[in-house]
């Protein structure tokens, strides 16, 4: 269910700069770097949010449980960086400086994991059996979803090579 909320590692790990070029391949100016962030941002935030009021809805969640459905949400909502990958300062950086800098956002990667796994347990507490069916449903079937989305995105990545 991490990831159904979480969207995984995918929607927190947002590594990949897409602002950096325009469709064509040709360089954009800052202002076309930021305004395509923005899009970026709003529609991961659209997507996220469409996600969520499904799930709520397929909970069937009690004016009790509503407080625990806020905390939960409010601690599992990823948001991408605001910021841009800095590819130019990377390839400048000497290998050793440059893993260190991928094991501390793997640190961070971690320690946002545990968050959600922990509010994650705390909410799922709180629902009733017939809702822990529904949400762990909904979290195989999102699971199933994003590990189709992450292994083409690794063919890809790799060119085609895994």
Partial sequence: MVALLGLGAAGSTYAADPATTGRHGHALSQEERAAKMAEHQAKFAEMVAKHQAA????????????PAWKTFVAAVTPTLPTTPVDHAAAASMTTPERLDQHL???K???????????????FYAQLTPEQQKTFDAEAARMHHHMAGRMGHRMMMHHGGAM
Wanted: hydrophobic share 50%; charged share 25%; aromatic share 0%.
């Fill in 55 to 66: 799930l709520h809805d397929k909970l069937k969640l009690t004016a009790a449980q509503e």
């Fill in 108 to 122: 961070q990667h971690l320690a946002k994991m545990e968050t959600r796994v922990a509010a994650t347990k705390v």
């Fill in 104 to 106: 501390a956002m793997a």
